[in-house]
C-alpha cells in the first residue's frame, strides 16, 4: 500500500520550471524582488524562490520579464526560509484559481 505523501496529495501536478520574475508584496511598504524565479508551476499556483521575506496569508503579485505589464494576483500558502543565503521557497496560490 503506497504511503501519502504530500506529492501524491496534491490535487494538481506541478511541472518544473525556470522562469525569472518580478514578486511585488504590497504592505504598508512597497517590496519588489526582480530577481525571483518560479521553479514550478501547476494549474492552481506556483512554486518560487525569492528574496522577500513572505507569510502565509499575504498577497503577492506574480509580473512577467517582458513586455506586458500584466500582473497575476496570488496569495502565499506555505514559506520555506533559508537563513544562510536570505533566500524563501514559497508556495504561492493563484487568486483567480479560488474564485472559479
Known amino acids: 500500500m503506497e ?3 504530500r506529492a501524491n496529495l496534491r490535487r494538481w501536478e506541478r511541472q518544473p ?4 520574475i518580478s514578486l511585488v508584496l ?3 511598504d512597497l ?3 526582480n530577481s525571483a524565479t518560479i521553479l514550478d508551476f501547476s494549474f492552481r499556483g506556483v512554486g518560487v ?7 502565509p496569508g499575504e498577497r503577492v503579485s506574480i509580473i ?3 513586455e506586458s505589464s500584466d500582473d497575476i494576483r496570488t496569495r502565499v500558502v506555505w514559506v520555506r526560509q533559508d537563513v544562510s543565503n536570505r533566500l524563501s521557497v514559497a508556495g504561492l496560490e493563484f487568486l ?3 474564485e472559479a
Open 3 to 5: 504511503a501519502n505523501t
Open 17 to 20: 520550471a525556470t522562469i525569472p
Open 26 to 28: 504590497r504592505g504598508e
Open 31 to 33: 517590496k519588489v524582488d
Open 49 to 55: 524562490l525569492t528574496t522577500l521575506a513572505l507569510f
Open 64 to 66: 512577467a520579464k517582458g
Open 96 to 98: 483567480h484559481a479560488l
